[in-house]
């Protein structure tokens, strides 16, 4: 590889994911100090990309989730050939690989996957034990250098104009991050946590919801539940976001993006998990606290429970949790 190597990731689709991705931007750097990386990836996460130093620009993949799109992915191939020496493919499908082949980028790395024989040129072992660890799983793919838990930068003057905005910044205040785009059998219960943010109200904590858009109908159930909850789910970007949890003095969430955004930036994090485990896709964070009944039936890595009841979180109750933000936290007795 050459000493300055213009270096294309195909990223993937989900916000944890991508943030667990900096393990390889990382690595790469370290073992190409001058490596000037670009990250393919869907146009939401140009925010994100642009909080990794170590990559140089984001460009947009133009298709959509799951869409094959051959032709498409052939033209757009040809329009960058010439501009890379290497790629590292993070989607396991067969279909992420054809960009860079039709690339003609002369080494391209990844997992086999679904059979990728051709379309890459170096193909990378993946351990069974590392299969669902995604951040180790792409680490992997660099094949030398240090593994570093992801850091996100922030933006100080946005966050101060966020805190003021929200009110935020008055007092300490906790981020509970409630939702999940994987599906409901990664999402502990609404009235767990209006529960739960009662209780930190209660001990004179501010408490932020935050989320997409698509967690509205969830947050609000908790703000109907918890009056004095500050709901945030839709009305932040995803660099907004970024600043004002790395503000909070803890995070709770589920096993979800915003809980390895949490991590990234340095907050303390209570992980909440259900139908996957905290073996695989943990926190990446110096203080975090992993919460999770182990039951028989999980992990499942199902979207929904498909034994109906979701005991896996219903019966996960307010005070486990609780007891887990304690530990992070020196937090003061309700009066």
Same mark, same amino acid.
């Given at each position: 590889m050459a000493e300055s190597p213009a270096i294309l990731v195909i990223g993937p689709r989900w916000v944890g994911d991508m943030v667990m991705a900096q393990c390889l931007f990382s690595a790469l750097k370290e073992l190409h100090p001058n490596a000037a990386i670009d990250v393919l990836a869907p146009a939401w996460a140009a925010p994100l990309v642009k909080r990794m130093p170590e990559v140089r620009q984001q460009i947009d993949f133009p298709l959509k989730p799951g869409a094959l799109e051959f032709a498409h992915r052939r033209r757009f191939g040809r329009l960058l050939r010439g501009r890379y020496d290497s790629a590292y493919i993070?989607?396991?499908?067969?279909?992420?690989?054809?960009?860079?082949?039709?690339?003609?980028?002369?080494?391209?790395?990844?997992?086999?996957?679904?059979? %990728?024989?051709?379309?890459?040129?170096?193909?990378?072992?993946?351990?069974?034990?590392?299969?669902?660890?995604?951040?180790?799983?792409?680490?992997?793919?660099?094949?030398?250098?240090?593994?570093?838990?992801?850091?996100?930068?922030?933006?100080?003057?946005?966050?101060?104009?966020?805190?003021? %905005?929200?009110? *935020?910044?008055?007092?300490?205040?906790?981020?509970?991050?409630?939702?999940?785009?994987?599906?409901?059998?990664?999402?502990?219960?609404?009235?767990?946590?209006?529960?739960?943010?009662?209780?930190?109200?209660?001990?004179?904590?501010?408490?932020?919801?935050?989320?997409?858009?698509?967690?509205?109908?969830?947050?609000?159930?908790?703000?109907? *539940?918890?009056?004095?909850?500050?709901?945030?789910?839709?009305?932040?970007?995803?660099?907004?976001?970024?600043?004002?949890?790395?503000?909070?003095?803890?995070?709770?969430?589920?096993?979800?993006?915003?809980?390895?955004?949490?991590a990234a930036v340095g907050t303390p994090v209570v992980a909440v998990y259900g139908s996957t485990s905290p073996q695989n896709t943990p926190p990446l964070a110096e203080r975090r606290e992993l919460v999770w009944l182990g039951l028989p039936c999980s992990p499942c890595h199902r979207k929904i429970c498909p034994l109906g009841h979701l005991n896996c979180l219903k019966t996960l109750e307010v005070a486990r949790v609780m007891a887990a933000a304690d530990r992070l936290l020196d937090i003061p007795a309700a009066a």
């Open positions: 993070l989607p396991g499908s067969w279909k992420s690989a054809l960009i860079p082949f039709f690339a003609r980028i002369p080494r391209r790395f990844g997992h086999l996957r679904e059979m %990728r024989y051709g379309l890459l040129t170096d193909i990378v072992p993946l351990p069974e034990a590392v299969k669902r660890r995604t951040a180790q799983a792409y680490f992997g793919l660099a094949q030398g250098g240090d593994f570093r838990a992801p850091h996100l930068t922030m933006d100080a003057n946005n966050q101060a104009t966020l805190l003021d %905005r929200f009110g *935020l910044g008055s007092q300490k205040f906790v981020a509970l991050m409630p939702g999940a785009e994987f599906g409901p059998a990664k999402r502990w219960p609404s009235e767990h946590y209006a529960g739960l943010a009662r209780e930190f109200m209660a001990r004179r904590f501010k408490v932020a919801l935050f989320g997409s858009k698509n967690d509205r109908d969830v947050t609000a159930e908790i703000a109907a *539940l918890a009056p004095g909850v500050v709901d945030l789910a839709g009305q932040t970007r995803l660099e907004d976001a970024i600043d004002l949890i790395a503000a909070a003095g803890l995070a709770v969430s589920n096993d979800s993006g915003l809980m390895h955004v949490a």
